[in-house]
C-alpha cells in the first residue's frame, strides 16, 4: 500500500510562489506515474500536472508555463513549483499516483489513480 502526503499549501498574493511537496512511502514504485489535481469549491477534481517513468511531464494548459513538477527519486518525492500564482489557482491540491503506466491522455483523469493524499489548500489573494 502506498500512502501520500502533501505539505507546502497556504496563502499567497497574487503573483507569488509557492512550492508543493508529496511524499511517497509503503514501497512505491519510482515509475509509478504522479500527478497534481485540484479541486476549488464546488466544482471538479481538474488535472495539474503529471510526472512519468523517465520524468516526462505534461501540464494542464492554465498552468503551462508558470508551474513545474518534479521528482526526486532518492526520498521518493514529487515537488510542484508554482510562480506567478493567480486567484483563480484557488484550490485544494492533491497528489495521486498510478499504478499503470496508461496513455497520456488517460492519466489526466482523476479515475485512473490509485492512491491520494489527504490534500493541502492553496489560497491566492489579495
Known amino acids: 500500500q502506498v500512502q501520500l502526503t502533501e505539505s507546502g499549501g497556504g496563502w499567497v498574493q497574487p503573483g507569488g510562489s509557492l512550492r508543493l511537496s508529496c511524499a511517497a512511502s509503503g514501497r512505491p514504485d519510482s515509475n509509478y506515474p504522479i500527478a497534481w489535481f485540484r479541486q476549488a469549491p464546488g466544482k471538479e477534481r481538474d488535472f495539474v500536472a503529471l510526472?512519468?517513468?523517465?520524468?516526462?511531464?505534461s501540464y494542464d494548459n492554465s498552468v503551462k508555463g508558470r508551474f513545474t513538477i518534479s521528482r526526486d527519486r532518492a526520498d521518493n518525492t514529487v515537488s510542484l513549483q508554482m510562480n506567478n500564482l493567480k486567484p483563480e489557482d484557488t484550490a485544494v491540491y492533491y497528489c495521486?499516483?498510478?499504478?499503470?503506466?496508461?496513455?497520456?491522455?488517460?492519466?489526466?483523469?482523476?479515475?485512473?489513480?490509485?492512491?491520494w493524499g489527504q490534500g493541502t489548500q492553496v489560497t491566492v489573494s489579495s
Open positions: 495521486a499516483a498510478s499504478s499503470r503506466n496508461y496513455a497520456l491522455s488517460a492519466l489526466w483523469s482523476p479515475e485512473n489513480y490509485d492512491y
Open positions: 510526472i512519468r517513468r523517465g520524468s516526462s511531464t
